[in-house]
């Protein structure tokens, strides 16, 4: 466990500036709250509800353990779709999609 004063601000701004590269109005509408209430939490004048940290782990795609600093490991999963190439053909009556999947695991 991470003993950090406002880990969870941090890694709300880490998110925020980062991996998502958005501007505080746009991360708050993203995460479906006021952005002065985002501003808070980034700064450390006030600590989500519960709701609000599910809400937020589960819109960015990262654990609660980890927002919190309680797991040094973020979980970030990318998934890209692509046609297979006999999609494009015009005798091809299906729809099949190529998955491909890449787990990013970060350690600090």
Sequence with gaps: MI???NI???RLRA???GTFAMNQRKFAEM???PQ???SAYE????KPTMDAAINISEKCDVTIDWLFGRDTKSRNIEVEAHRSAEEDAPDNDNNDYVIKATIY????
């Excluded at 700064?43 to 006030?46: A, D, I, K, S, V």
């Excluded at 695991?105 to 600090?108: A, E, Y």
């Design 3 to 5: 003993n950090e004063k």
């Design 8 to 10: 969870f601000g941090k």
């Design 15 to 17: 998110l925020r500036q």
């Design 31 to 33: 995460l479906e709250i």
């Design 36 to 38: 002065t209430t985002l």
């Design 43 to 46: 700064t450390g004048r006030t």
């Design 105 to 108: 695991l970060s350690f600090k």
